[in-house]
């Protein structure tokens, strides 16, 4: 997937107002409208300037799309980095003029999911405020025991020049104990204010686990590559496992083979019911660093009648 320069394909700076995209954006629909423009390519041009304008035309998709930073260049392999819209908050919506087959794979990525829906517009009969989005990381361990976080929220706007600014904001937020992956927290009232005396709406932070360097989860269900000696996988032992609630002492079974997967019931993300743990067995080799390792690998080799690819045929 290649990264999209929004700046370059609409000719403006980074910092441009939003008055002078809106006059890059006319002047250049006109140059490459389908309609009055039949050169090869004239289309597919028209259809990226319009991306580019979804984006920078919306204070709130500009401000995510600028916290990726400026050392990308146009047709370079991307991959959003980790966590990369953590901490803003949005009132707004995804595609709000045509399809999604309209846009590119580098907008779904960034805007597909976590800017779903559009901008609901208030009449004089709906005084109630917009309700806001954000994404919460948050630690696996805090799932498994409940926490209470301080966080930070950039909320982007125009000043009085019409130039893209960010309003910050700190909350307390308690973090229930079994919370998964994708619910939402809703902290009430704290959504746009209501008008003409109507009620705010409020927020929602959709969660997240940070990456873990030793877990994935799956649901409910974690998951840990557990290193283990040849010998613990072939005689069976006792060994400690690190798990989010603590370490345990688990019984590791005789003839074990690397990939295979133990369950500890109920020791996964609590809940009714709780997840399960999976200890995936991975079988480490010690190395062959001296003379003495290697003349042991080496008997290891005469005494075992043993080929690995016997199933293969070779």
């Known amino acids: 997937m290649e990264y999209k320069d929004y700046y370059k394909i609409m000719g403006v700076k980074r910092d441009a107002t939003q008055d002078e995209i809106k006059r890059a954006y006319r002047k250049l629909a006109r140059k490459y409208h ?29 401000a995510a799309y600028d916290n990726l930073g400026s050392n990308w260049r146009a047709g370079q392999e991307f991959k959003a980095p980790p966590n990369w819209n953590e901490s803003f908050e949005f009132s707004g919506g995804g595609y709000t003029e045509g399809n999604a087959s309209d846009f590119s794979d580098f907008f779904a990525s960034l805007f597909g999911r976590d800017f779903s829906g559009t901008r609901s517009g208030h009449t004089a009969f709906r005084s109630r405020g917009e309700d806001h989005h954000a994404k919460l990381f948050i630690e696996l361990e805090d799932s498994y025991h409940g926490a209470t976080r301080t966080i930070t929220l950039r909320s982007p706007e125009l000043d009085n020049k019409g130039r893209l ?38 927020l929602y932070l959709e969660v997240e686990f940070s990456p873990h360097r030793f877990y994935h989860v799956e649901d409910r269900d974690v998951y840990l590559d557990l290193p283990v000696a040849p010998w613990e996988a072939a005689l069976g032992a006792k060994v400690k496992v690190p798990t989010p609630d603590g370490v345990i002492d688990m019984k590791l079974p005789e003839g074990a083979s690397s990939g295979s997967k133990l369950r500890l019931k109920g020791r996964g993300i609590p809940g009714k019911p709780p997840g399960d743990f999976y200890v995936v067995v991975q079988i480490v080799l010690p190395p062959a660093g001296s003379e003495k390792a290697k003349d042991f690998y080496r008997k290891m080799e005469r005494e075992f009648a043993f080929n690995p690819r016997s199933e293969l045929g070779v």
Do not use: M
């Not at 423009?37 to 035309?57: H, I, P, R």
């Open 34 to 62: 389908p309609d009055v423009n039949t050169d090869t390519g004239s289309e597919e041009k028209f259809k990226l300037l319009n991306e580019a304008n979804e984006v920078l035309k919306d204070p709130e998709k500009r």
């Open 165 to 202: 600014v960010t309003r910050k904001r700190t909350l307390k937020v308690r973090i229930p104990k079994g919370v998964r992956q994708g619910q939402h927290i809703r902290l009430a009232g704290q959504g746009s204010p209501g008008i003409k005396g109507g009620k705010a709406g409020d």
